[in-house]
């Protein structure tokens, strides 16, 4: 974490970097003419998610005025900061983080912003305002839903995924109103309806009043409890995508057709990508390979959208032999599986022991065009080789 943060600003990190992986947290990221742009940043695949931070004690002046202050403070003004901050980052394709380390944006046609006030101080006594500012949609936590929200949506695409579904639900002509609660139960409401708005938005009511106890009753649901005991095993995919960071950001990450020390992170964005409920898959898939008797095992793993993942267990004593083998096998599945056009290949070693240690390979190929060549060539390795010879 970098010198100078306030404690409240070093626990959203804490919680940015707990809920969206290291690689792709950001406190205090340097802007314009070298000063703060914002309190964090998160940027991964075509995301990239503002925050600004206030802590402002509530003081209860008897009328209106207190409050006014209050708003003024915690929320207007982070606010102002991170749509300042947004009208930078469209200007730029990269960021400084605090320590020096280049971030890449995404390609400004893809780019998509996500902007989050948190104001604390009101100490669950003040009504908060949230949605629409003057200049466009900002997602406002409190002391209370704060830690609620980043940490049942741990990933970057679930996280993603509530604040546009949030974002589209209160932009239609329904008015909705928080009875006493936040967006805590506002998430209590969607994660119950199957992480979907759909139902109400269909009804389409004049008005929507959201209790403020949604996320109360439902996280003491027997749902609720299931789908967290379900999750459990998908934090191996999350200790993967750290050890393997750990690799890139200490200049450990070797490209294998060179020879050179890498900072390519593109496989390890594609794994981070993944929303828990596939992480969930990914992580049984990898514990039942290593639980089978073959001296080499290999799986091919689909998800969401173009992106294919090739996983390999097999001893690293001949590493070469092993990271040749990952990049064939990556093909064939690049070839087989349709509308694939990208794929992440993981080898490790077999659980047990080991003469040579443990070591893990990460490769990434993307191959948007595919041709009569590249087929034959995939049949031809097929045929010899037996890689995924029932595709």
Known sequence: MPSGLTASEKFVAQLCERAFLKLWSHPNPIGKKGKELCDSLVVCGSHVIIISVKEIEYKDTGDRTGYDRWVKKALEESADQIWGAERWLQSV????????????????????????????????????????????????????????????????????????ASEEFFSGDMRVIFDGGGIEDLLGLYLAEGSTFERYSEKNPDLLMIANDHWSGFSKSDEFKEMQREFSISFFWDKLINHLTEDLLSDGMINHENGEITDNDLALT??????????????????????????????????????????????????????????????????????????????????????????????????????????????????????????
């Not at 400084?96 to 604390?120: C, E, F, M, T, W």
């Not at 830690?147 to 546009?164: E, R, V």
């Open 270 to 391: 594609e794994m981070a990508l993944l929303p828990r409920w596939v992480r969930v898959q990914y992580a049984e898939k990898l514990k039942q390979l290593h639980s089978r008797d073959q001296e080499i095992r290999a799986s091919i793993l689909t998800g969401e959208g173009e992106t294919a993942f090739v996983l390999l267990i097999a001893s690293s004593e001949d590493r070469e032999a092993r990271i040749q083998e990952l990049h064939l096998r990556s093909l064939v599945a690049r070839g087989r599986i349709p509308g694939c056009k990208t794929v992440v290949g993981i080898a490790t070693d077999k659980a047990g022991s080991s003469k040579v240690g443990y070591s893990h390979d990460i490769g990434y190929m993307h191959l948007p065009d595919w041709d009569d060549e590249l087929d034959a060539k995939v049949t031809e390795m097929q045929k010899k080789l037996g890689y995924f010879s029932a595709l």
């Open 93 to 164: 394709d990269e960021t400084i983080r605090a320590d020096g380390r280049k971030v890449n944006s995404p390609p400004h046609k893809i780019r998509q912003y996500h902007r989050i006030a948190v104001a604390l101080g009101g100490k669950d006594s003040v009504p908060i305002s949230w949605g629409e500012f003057k200049s466009g949609f900002v997602h406002v936590c409190d002391e209370k839903s704060l830690g609620i929200l980043f940490s049942i949506l741990d990933t970057i695409t679930d996280f993603t995924n509530f604040l546009t």
